[in-house]
């Protein structure tokens, strides 16, 4: 697989991707750019079938019309009570960007109601990555808002594999402590590679935490990707 694209070099602005053999952590409070800078990013730049957490389908409304143009099968995956496995039954045919939204887990009510559609994520989840797994896919998979996820107890280890490689989104490393502490699965740090867009990994995000622009990736300095839409003349720019 080509790998994701983390930003461009400090020197000719070369594009730089990730080639370790590790899944990776991004540490990357709200507001602070991780969207931008490695979603979206990716998601246009990116030649690679993906899986995107897509709680709102924010992404998908920005971009989906670059990813169909690139030949990538859109499969928007709005999860609820009706939800199944036919929804996505042959995505692995052709080339591919999953959405999933599951925002109708926070907006229920009933306590059944809620409770279907969250066995209904867990099904297609288990579907879609278990495929990718098997039929050898090459793929990138953002897990956005991770922690909402393992609340849920929705558990990724059994898919991890060298063909699909995850990004973990997270607020901070102390939320995988808090998440270790409750959970019988425990996240061992080690076993990824993290990246972060703040310089202090370990709180949330205040008014006092810096932002990072930049980062080092094997001993060289990587500017984060900027994204532009401009609407004027109906195109997104990566600069």
Known sequence: MKGLILGKSTILSKEVRYKENKDMIFVAPTKTGYEEKIVLANLIKNNENM???DKQLEYYSQVDSVRLNKGFIPHILTISEETNINDVQDFYKDKFTIYINYIKIYIEQDEIKKAK????LFDVVDYIFSKVKEKNISCLSFINEYPELFEL????????????????????????????????????VSDFTVFST???KNILRDR???????????????LFYSVKIDKENDRILVI
């Open 117 to 120: 559609i969250i066995k209904n």
């Open 153 to 188: 107890k929705l558990e990724f280890s059994n898919y991890l594999c060298p063909n699909n490689r995850f990004v973990f989104q997270v607020p901070s490393l102390s939320s995988i402590t808090f998440h270790n502490k409750f959970s019988k699965s425990k996240i061992d």
């Open 198 to 200: 703040v310089k202090d």
């Open 51 to 53: 899986i995107v957490f």
């Open 208 to 222: 006092n935490t810096e932002i990072l622009k930049d980062f080092t990736y094997r001993n060289k300095r990587v």
